[in-house]
């Protein structure tokens, strides 16, 4: 199971808006409404911020969203903030019952 | 809100084996599946394995791992384990444990690093 590509790097000045894409197959990505985004400080531990492509836990900005299209999810953070500043890995069920996770997406804030 | 608490990391041989726990602060984390995820040192996650609430009708395994590793649970500790055998080299990484509704709780993970 290969993991869905994601860009290396994206960035932003605060205020701003990026995106963030999770390329993915019929398999992992486009099988399912299974995708979940998960985002990562320095030495901590992940903090989901999507579910099933689109949806936020309790507790999470609405500066956070997510969409899918076919095979490719993405995750837009709206009004880019400092704090922002993080890792970004998307996670999706497979046709295979396993999980994958994306390559990961460093986001930094300008 | 629930918390999550990983142990039993630590610096094993390759072949050797190790046990990790996976424990929760409240008993309803019995009603959730868990997932095991790793990250080795500057890299990516990768998700591990799962067991479902019960921890009888749906375990799975990544690959990597399939044959080696063993999820189990004990819902009146509120503990999931996994059971590492035959490690690798590879197999050095943070190992984090991940449940509730929507797998929104994650522990702080604990370190295992295989090595002679």
């Known amino acids: 199971q290969s993991a869905p590509t994601q860009p290396a790097s994206v960035s932003g000045s605060p205020g701003q808006s990026i995106t963030i894409s999770c390329s993915g197959t019929?398999?992992?990505?486009?099988?399912?409404?299974?995708v979940s985004w998960c985002q990562q400080h320095p030495g901590k531990a992940p903090k989901l911020m999507i579910y099933?492509?689109?949806n936020r836990p309790s507790g999470v900005s609405d500066r956070f969203s997510g969409s899918k299209s076919g095979s490719t999810a993405s995750l837009t953070i709206s009004g880019l903030q400092a704090e922002d500043e993080a890792d970004y890995f998307c996670?999706?069920?497979?046709?295979?019952?396993?999980?994958?996770f994306g390559t990961g997406t460093k986001v930094t804030v300008l | 809100e629930v918390q999550l608490v990983e142990s039993g990391g630590g610096l094993v041989q390759p072949g050797g084996s190790l046990r990790l726990s996976c424990t929760a602060s409240?008993?309803?984390?019995?009603?959730?599946?868990v997932h095991w995820v790793r990250q080795a040192p500057g890299k990516g996650l990768v998700w591990v394995s799962r067991?479902?609430?019960?921890?009888?009708?749906?375990?799975g395994y990544a690959d990597s791992v399939k044959g080696r590793f063993t999820i189990s649970r004990d819902n009146a500790r509120s503990t999931v384990y996994l059971q590492m055998n035959s490690l690798r080299a590879e197999d050095t990484a943070v190992y984090y444990c991940?449940?509730?509704?929507?797998?929104?709780?994650w522990g702080q993970g604990t370190l295992v690093t295989v090595s002679s």
């Open positions: 067991i479902s609430s019960d921890g009888r009708s749906n375990l």
């Open positions: 099933d492509v689109n």
């Open positions: 019929s398999s992992d990505v486009g099988a399912y409404k299974y």
């Open positions: 996670f999706s069920y497979t046709t295979s019952d396993t999980y994958v």
């Open positions: 991940a449940g509730g509704p929507v797998n929104d709780y």
């Open positions: 409240t008993f309803t984390f019995n009603n959730y599946w």
